[in-house]
T-cell receptor
Framework: DTGVSQDPRHKITKRGQNVTFRCDPI?????LYWYRQTLGQGPEFLTY????????KSRLLSDRFSAERPKGSFSTLEIQRTEQGDSAMYLC??????????FGPGTRLTVT | AQSVTQLDSQVPVFEEAPVELRCNYS??????LFWYVQYPNQGLQLLLK??????LVKGINGFEAEFNKSQTSFHLRKPSVHISDTAEYFC???????????FGTGTRLQVFP
């Protein structure tokens, strides 16, 4: 069990650029989640997948955000035309048969 | 909809003292409850969970929590803390019919020698 991995760990980008993050869940976990955490706050739910199907999206997820999980394995989260307000830690989690979600180390995005 | 309130943003405590981190939730449906710990620049690690059954649940690192349905609380306790327990602690809830977690704003536990 290698745990949930995320890449990159840190990303600095200029406003207006597009960024893409990757999450590799624990193998055999069929559910995958994305959360966003800003300084001093708890994580906020963005979206989640069961296998390759995106089952729920938060209203926080504007049209500039898109997530995919092709083939039901890894997932990508893309942010288009980044804004300074997008600066945050983006966390990925996965779960299997139980209700526990296992989190990755996160990708810290800084938009300058 | 569900919500979580963590009443204390910071809890300072001396090493080997007991500690309680408070968590209250709101929901119109049955919920599952979780406590996670986050060390600096790391992801979240599950400490313990309540799904059903006994209201007193034990987790890792000597932590335990008690589910109180009438008071809609799920407070986290440890009888004797260590310096290494210094971290941010998050209470989270999910409704029985959804997978997403709703988190509180966190409590920073600072353990002093």
């Amino acid at each position: 069990d290698t745990g949930v991995s995320q890449d990159p760990r840190h990303k600095i980008t200029k406003r207006g650029q597009n960024v893409t993050f990757r999450c590799d869940p624990i193998s055999e976990h069929n559910r995958l989640y994305w959360y966003r955490q800003t300084l001093g706050q708890g994580p906020e739910f963005l979206t989640y997948f069961q296998n390759e199907a995106q089952l729920e999206k938060s209203r926080l997820l504007s049209d500039r955000f898109s997530a995919e999980r092709p083939k039901g394995s890894f997932s990508t989260l893309e942010i288009q035309r980044t804004e300074q307000g997008d600066s945050a830690m983006y966390l990925c989690a996965s779960s299997g048969l139980g209700y526990e979600q296992y989190f990755g180390p996160g990708t810290r995005l800084t938009v300058t | 909809a569900q919500s979580v309130t963590q009443l204390d943003s910071q809890v300072p405590v001396f090493e080997e003292a007991p500690v309680e981190l408070r968590c209250n939730y709101s929901s119109s449906v049955s919920v599952y409850l979780f406590w996670y710990v986050q060390y600096p620049n790391q992801g979240l690690q599950l400490l313990l969970k309540y799904l059903s059954g006994s209201t007193l649940v034990k987790g890792i690192n000597g932590f335990e929590a008690e589910f109180n349905k009438s008071q809609t609380s799920f407070h986290l306790r440890k009888p004797s803390v260590h310096i290494s327990d210094t971290a941010e602690y998050f209470c989270a809830v999910s409704a029985w019919n959804t997978d997403k977690l709703i988190f509180g704003t966190g409590t920073r536990l600072q353990v002093f020698p």
